[in-house]
């Protein structure tokens, strides 16, 4: 398996909610994806960078932190912001997820191992779900269509996680997000790019993860 970046976005204001910091919400999201290896790049509101650093450098290694302003709306533009702030190396896999949901029990190299295997361009951890607060999944014959965010278009949801064959397609299609103002109640959605990706035909699959070692904070 090649060694890749997990894009974790936590800039938003419930990352300073004292539920959230007295139940490590964070760390446990991190924790999801421990085994593989992977470098973590976490990006926090600012002023909360050297806190959360020290925190989670206790558990984690290849661990970078990134401040992100209060300017960036969604966690597509968090994620954007974060990654054009280093140095990494863009043609390794990226996988962007949300810091206030997780998984459990559950062995995430396997769910990755079938996205490199099915040679995706854009891998969607999903659920099922009835939830009207998440984006779901539509599909037509067999394939999927359209990311509808906030919107029950189909049987499953997306967790919030986001597997990219590479960084640079992740960044291409944010940058077409961001310059098309593809907002969604007035914030980017990372599902967007999603659809950018559908739109130039590459191969874009899901894998649905069990309702059960799923879980989100809000």
């Known amino acids: 398996m090649t060694k890749g970046t997990i894009l974790v976005t936590a800039a938003s204001e419930i990352y300073e909610r004292s539920d959230i910091i007295e139940k490590e919400v964070l760390s446990k999201s991190l924790a999801s994806w421990e ?8 990006a926090v509101r600012q002023g909360l960078g050297p806190k959360i650093e020290q925190d989670l450098s206790r558990k984690f290694r290849d661990l970078n932190v990134v401040e992100v302003p209060a300017q ?20 390794s896999p ?11 029990e ?32 539509q599909e037509g014959r067999g394939q999927i269509t359209f990311i509808a965010e906030k ?13 990219f064959r590479n960084g640079s397609s ?9 310059v098309s103002n593809a907002r969604v109640e007035d914030r980017f959605f990372v599902s967007t790019v999603v659809n950018f990706a559908l739109m130039k035909s590459q191969k874009v ?9 799923f879980w ?3």
Not at 108 to 124: M, Q
Not at 205 to 213: E, G, K, L, N, Q
């Open 170 to 178: 992740f960044i291409d299609g944010a940058n077409w997000v961001l």
């Open 35 to 42: 085994g593989l290896g992977w470098t973590y790049l976490v």
């Open 72 to 91: 960036c709306k969604g966690a597509l533009a968090t994620a954007m912001y974060s990654l054009t702030s280093t140095d990494l190396d863009f043609s």
């Open 106 to 137: 559950l062995s995430i190299a396997k769910e990755l191992s079938f996205f490199e295997t099915s040679d995706v361009d854009v891998g969607i951890f999903s659920v099922s779900s009835t939830d009207p607060k998440m984006s779901y999944i």
């Open 216 to 218: 989100k904070v809000r």
């Open 94 to 104: 990226l996988i962007v997820t949300a810091g206030n949901s997780g998984f459990s």
């Open 205 to 213: 699959m899901h894998s649905a993860i069990d309702s059960r070692f």
């Open 151 to 163: 919107s029950v278009v189909g049987k499953y949801a997306t967790t919030g996680s986001f597997y």
